[in-house]
Structures are given as C-alpha cells and as structure tokens.
C-alpha cells in the first residue's frame, strides 16, 4: 500500500501463478508446461534473430506471424491477432467486447484470470454453476448478458465442451448480438478447434497460445482467430496500449513453431499417449480422474485429501497444483510431463496413498 497509488490499486485481485521454483530440485507439474523443447528449427531461428538488428523496433503489425498463423488455419491474415502471451490477448479481449451494462458469464470453475480482468476493466459477472461433474451446463448460459467466455477444455477441470454445445451459445449470443470467446489453450491434445466457425459467427472470437502445445510458455506468443471486425477491434486496443507487443525473437522463432508440423505432432501424440496410461494407472489406485483432452489431469482420491496429498507430493520433489478455493479444495490438477516423470509421479502417490489410507 503507497499514498502513491491510483484509486483502486490497492483493491486489485491479481492473478497468482503456479510456483516457478529457481532450482531444479523438483519433478514440476504445476503449471501445465511442455515437459518436451521446443522445435530446434525453432531455437534456431531465434539464435539466428539475435543478430544486429534487435537495435530496430519489430514489425509492429506483426504480418508475417498472422499470415503464417491464417494458412495454418485457413482463414485470412485480417482474421488473426497475435499478443504477448494468451494472457495479453484476453486481457485485450476483455476491454475491447465485454459490455459494461451486463453481466459477462463464465463458469464457476475455471480459469482464474477471467475475475481478474472483469475486475480490472470494471466489467460485471456472473458465474454459471458447473455440474457436479464439472461438465458445463449450456442451457444455464441462456440470459442476457455482457458477453460470455469459457475455456475449453477447461482448466482446471479438464472437461471439454463439444462444437455443437458451443454453437448454441454462439446462436444465443449472435441473437442478442454479444461475443462468445472461446479459450482454446489446450485444444491441441485431443479437442476440436472450433476456428472453423468463425465465417458463420461474426460473435465467435477463438483464442490460442504457443505456450502449451508448442512448448513455447517462455517465448510468450498467443493470438486469436474471428472476424476482421473482431480483430480491428483488438488492435485498436493493442494499439491504445502498446505498438510492440512481440519482440523480434518471439515474431521468428514463433513463424518456425507452425513450420515443423512434424515435431508438433510427435510432442502432441506423445502427451496424449502419456496422459492416457497416468489415467489408467491412478485408477487403478482409486483416484477420480476425469477424462481430459488437456496437457493435465483433474484428480481427487476417496481417502486423502488433496491437501495432504500436494504437501506429501512436495516433500517428495513432485509439485502439482493444488487450488485452496470452494467446490474444488479436494482435487489436484497434474501437467502431463515426460514418461519418466509421470513414472516417478506415479510412484510416489502410489507411496503416499497406501501409507495414508
Ligand atoms: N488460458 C488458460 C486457460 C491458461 O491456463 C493459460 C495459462 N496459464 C493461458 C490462457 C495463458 O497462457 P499464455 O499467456 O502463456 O499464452
């Protein structure tokens, strides 16, 4: 608290993001990174970039980068914004759609930077109660409001909504003319991308992120996909804000990450497979485990709690993610790494289960 603060600073409610410990002591499963590097062509290209020419701004229309990400997915350049992070592009999203006379709808479980920036840009919300299962009730959605948002899959929970429960939101919403944005953070392991509707939904905004399934949280490069209207709207924005939001670095090494098809869907498959077999194994062992299409799983045991289990997992060098927050205390959210990562995790919750029960 400084005397030096605006109105309103000191009332903020950040965002707090998974542990980044310093050392390597951990097996880290926490923040859903990519347990596998980056594409060489993309380091590569980075190294290649480091040159003389980072004393010049980057290209602050960011061209070549949304030209590379509209072939990729059959749309034009004009359909694609790209920010710094998924994170700066929602953030953008949220001033640019999201009416201050209603309530923006997102879940009540779910991604935990979406009452952050209601708060910051001074948006109203209200939260859709999620099943006991966590699957998202879509019919709840249908009341007027300021624009919607929902992650899918979902983080934490992992459940996945499919195309045409999606599309039903976007027919309500294109009815009472308000956006849907749909976070798709993690759709690269197992989901279907809905970017295929956006010439049929002038209200769909479809945001992704480099970070996850292209191993590229470090580089920080996410971008959206809908309506050129859409997209001017995000870079006027943008353009309020900060001309340069991708550095030069990240323009090159992010134009390389959608030129190596192949090594993408080798990581990708990888995940999938590894993903599937720690379902399988924890099972076994009496977790709960939600099907996931996500680089994660949503995980809670009968017989120990999911506080004990983080704590116990920690003292043992595993750390996983544990929300201290109503309807999900008892559940832990585990990124998908190595398969020798998730043998050893598996081992020890093993461990820590037949000693605790
Ligand atoms: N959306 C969701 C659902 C996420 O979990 C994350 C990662 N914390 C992001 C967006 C932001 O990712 P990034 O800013 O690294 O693109």
Redesign the pocket.
């Known amino acids: 608290m400084s005397k030096y603060w605006s109105d309103g600073i000191a009332d903020l409610e950040t965002y707090v ?1 998974g542990e980044q410990p310093q050392d390597k002591k951990y097996i880290k499963l926490n ?2 990174e990519n347990p596998y590097p980056p594409s060489p062509k993309v380091i590569q290209a980075i190294k290649n970039a480091a040159d003389e020419n980072l004393r010049l701004y980057p290209d602050p229309s960011c061209e070549k980068l949304c030209d590379t990400i509209a072939r990729y997915y059959g749309v034009t350049k004009e359909e694609v914004f790209v920010g710094n ?4 592009v ?1 953030a953008f999203s949220f001033a640019a759609f999201f009416d201050h006379d209603q309530p923006v709808l997102y879940p009540d479980v779910t ?1 935990s ?1 979406y009452p952050v920036y209601t708060n910051f840009f001074k948006l109203q919300s209200k939260t859709i109660e999620l099943e006991e299962d966590f699957s998202i009730p879509v019919e709840k959605f249908f009341t007027p409001n300021g624009g919607i948002i929902i ?1 899918n899959p979902n ?1 934490p929970t992992s459940r996945y909504l499919s195309i045409p429960e999606i599309r039903r939101l976007l027919d309500y919403n294109l009815a009472i003319e308000r956006v849907v944005i749909v ?1 798709e ?2 759709i690269d392991f197992g989901g279907q991308s809905i970017v295929g509707l956006i010439d049929a939904y002038p209200n769909l905004l479809v945001v992704q ?3 996850k399934s292209r191993s590229l ?1 470090g580089l ?1 490069v ?1 971008f959206a996909v809908g309506h050129r209207d859409l997209i001017e709207g995000l870079n006027r924005v943008k353009s309020s804000i900060n001309s340069y939001t991708l550095d030069r670095l990240a323009l090159f090494g992010a134009i390389e990450a959608f030129g190596d098809e192949e090594y993408f869907q080798a990581t990708r498959e990888k995940i999938i497979q590894t993903r599937n077999r720690v379902t399988h194994e924890l099972r076994a062992i009496g977790f709960r485990v939600f099907e996931s299409t996500a680089n994660f799983i949503f995980i809670s045991h009968s017989s120990i709690h999911a506080g004990e289990l983080y704590a116990k997992l920690k003292e043992n060098r595993v750390l996983v993610r544990y929300f201290r927050k109503p309807r999900i205390d008892n559940y832990l959210r585990v990124s998908i790494g190595t398969d020798d990562e998730m043998g050893t995790f598996v081992e020890v919750i093993s461990r820590i289960v037949k000693s605790g029960a």
Do not use: I, K, V
């Not at 992070?85 to 700066?88: V, Y």
């Open positions: 993001p923040t859903n992070g998924s994170d700066e929602l991604y930077f992650c983080a976070d953070a993690y992120t480099l970070s949280a920080r996410g």
